[in-house]
């Protein structure tokens, strides 16, 4: 099954393989079930983007 944020950004998407501790295998498929998440790509491309933008704000860097 195709979930429609893979959808919508396939083009400059590409494609790995990750590991994931079981507590946060857990949780991510909890929040997908509730539907905070469409998706276990969508759940890692939010967690990486916020990541790196807290980076950056503590850093004093921008983003683009």
């Not at 950004?9 to 857990?26: K, S, V």
């Not at 909890?30 to 967690?47: D, M, P």
């Amino acid at each position: 099954m195709t979930h429609r944020y893979t959808e919508c950004c396939r083009f400059w998407m590409r494609r790995l393989q990750i590991t994931l501790e079981d507590d946060l295998y857990e949780w991510v498929t909890k929040e997908i079930k509730e539907l905070r998440f469409g998706s276990y790509t969508h759940a890692i491309n939010y967690a990486l983007k916020k990541l790196r933008d807290d980076i950056f704000k503590e850093s004093g860097k921008r983003t683009s």
